[in-house]
């Protein structure tokens, strides 16, 4: 999973936004937990 989205980060720059805002979905999630 973290190979995936490092790998479309690298791939695609203009995605960062969109993994940051992955990133602190994942993070809300686990503050759940």
Request: hydrophobic residues 60%.
């Amino acid at each position: 999973m973290w190979k995936l989205m490092l790998w479309c980060w690298d791939f695609e720059p203009s995605a960062r936004p969109a993994v940051d805002y992955v990133l602190i979905m994942l993070k809300g999630l686990v503050g759940q937990f």
